[in-house]
């Protein structure tokens, strides 16, 4: 192409509002760079303010190929100050759907467009794919369990009586191990008349405008990938992980002694014996 990480394999990849969605979809676009030589566009909305210091230094490490457009935040007071920042994303991605399409219609002028890939917040810009004629993915940068449960999630909540918190019985979804109310994720312990629940539940109805999903997984982990579940609810599932951030990012010497030293001390424990953790960047831990 001169695709991008939508077009023959991407031209426009719209709108990460956090770093835990932003750093898997530009190695997605890295390595639709090194690897298919294809360009990539990749376009960052935020959702309160301008690009943040650890945005700047993403925006420096992306190698050749790949071009990060910042797109312009919504005006400052368009929501109260007291929105929930799930809702100031999603926000975000609808308020920047114009821009989206103006730049993708500029890189369409240019150069061949292979396809558009979303976040799970920004499937409103699959219009944009459609005007264009050209495919729209949506890319999931959480493993598949969490997926699948995204995606039957207006089922699960037609056939629920009370609170996902309070249930007694596990949810049992295709190609996932039981999983009990004291494991559910954040965003389903939510009360479910509240906004942040309504959201959610309206981003789980409409990701099923997609043409496919690209999942941050791989079958060594999640099995159930390669065993009937690469094909949810009529769309094909990749699974493309994992994507994960492996390389310095121009954030100042200090960090790059800190890693050097951390690099160091695990070269130095026993095989196997260290367990690694993410937990995403939209909380914080205690001490504990």
Request: net charge negative; aromatic share 6%; hydrophobic share 45%.
């Given at each position: 192409?001169?695709?991008?990480?939508?077009?023959?394999?991407?031209?426009?990849?719209?709108?990460?509002?956090v770093?835990?969605?932003?750093?898997?979809?530009?190695?997605?676009?890295?390595?639709?760079?090194?690897?298919?030589?294809?360009?990539?566009?990749?376009?960052?909305?935020?959702?309160?303010?301008?690009?943040?210091?650890?945005?700047?230094?993403?925006?420096?490490?992306?190698?050749?190929?790949?071009?990060?457009?910042?797109?312009?935040?919504?005006?400052?007071?368009?929501?109260?100050p007291?929105?929930?920042v799930?809702?100031?994303?999603?926000?975000?991605?609808l308020?920047?759907?114009?821009?989206?399409?103006?730049?993708?219609?500029?890189?369409?002028?240019?150069?061949?467009?292979?396809?558009?890939?979303v976040?799970?917040?920004?499937?409103?810009?699959?219009?944009?794919?459609?005007?264009?004629?050209?495919p729209?993915?949506?890319?999931?940068?959480?493993?598949?369990?969490?997926?699948?449960?995204?995606?039957?999630?207006?089922e699960?909540?037609?056939?629920?009586?009370?609170?996902y918190?309070?249930?007694?019985?596990?949810?049992?979804?295709?190609?996932?191990?039981?999983?009990h109310?004291?494991?559910?994720?954040?965003?389903?312990?939510?009360?479910?008349?509240?906004?942040?629940?309504?959201?959610?539940?309206?981003?789980?109805?409409?990701?099923?405008?997609?043409?496919?999903?690209?999942?941050?997984?791989?079958?060594?982990?999640?099995?159930?990938?390669?065993?009937?579940?690469?094909?949810?609810?009529?769309?094909?599932?990749?699974?493309?992980?994992?994507?994960?951030?492996?390389?310095?990012?121009?954030?100042?010497?200090?960090?790059?002694?800190?890693?050097?030293?951390?690099?160091?001390?695990?070269?130095?424990?026993?095989?196997?014996?260290?367990?690694?953790?993410?937990?995403?960047?939209?909380?914080?831990?205690?001490?504990?």
């Amino acid at each position: 192409m001169e695709p991008s990480p939508a077009s023959a394999a991407a031209r426009a990849a719209p709108l990460q509002p956090v770093h835990g969605h932003l750093i898997p979809f530009a190695e997605l676009a890295r390595q639709l760079v090194a690897d298919h030589g294809v360009a990539a566009t990749l376009l960052f909305a935020a959702a309160t303010d301008a690009p943040s210091e650890q945005y700047t230094a993403l925006a420096a490490s992306v190698p050749d190929g790949v071009d990060l457009v910042a797109l312009p935040a919504p005006p400052a007071d368009a929501l109260p100050p007291s929105t929930p920042v799930r809702e100031r994303v999603v926000h975000a991605a609808l308020s920047t759907v114009p821009h989206v399409r103006g730049i993708a219609r500029s890189l369409a002028s240019s150069a061949p467009l292979a396809a558009l890939v979303v976040d799970m917040a920004s499937v409103p810009a699959r219009d944009v794919a459609t005007e264009l004629g050209v495919p729209c993915y949506m890319f999931f940068t959480s493993p598949w369990i969490l997926l699948s449960l995204f995606l039957h999630l207006p089922e699960l909540d037609a056939g629920l009586v009370g609170e996902y918190r309070d249930g007694t019985e596990p949810i049992r979804l295709p190609g996932c191990v039981p999983i009990h109310a004291h494991e559910l994720p954040g965003f389903l312990l939510a009360d479910r008349s509240s906004d942040t629940y309504a959201v959610l539940l309206s981003l789980a109805k409409d990701a099923t405008r997609v043409d496919g999903i690209l999942v941050n997984t791989f079958r060594e982990v999640e099995p159930a990938v390669g065993e009937g579940a690469d094909c949810v609810k009529g769309m094909p599932v990749h699974a493309v992980g994992p994507l994960v951030w492996t390389r310095p990012v121009a954030v100042g010497v200090n960090r790059e002694l800190e890693h050097a030293r951390l690099i160091t001390w695990l070269d130095q424990q026993a095989r196997g014996s260290v367990v690694f953790l993410s937990f995403g960047s939209g909380g914080t831990l205690t001490r504990r």
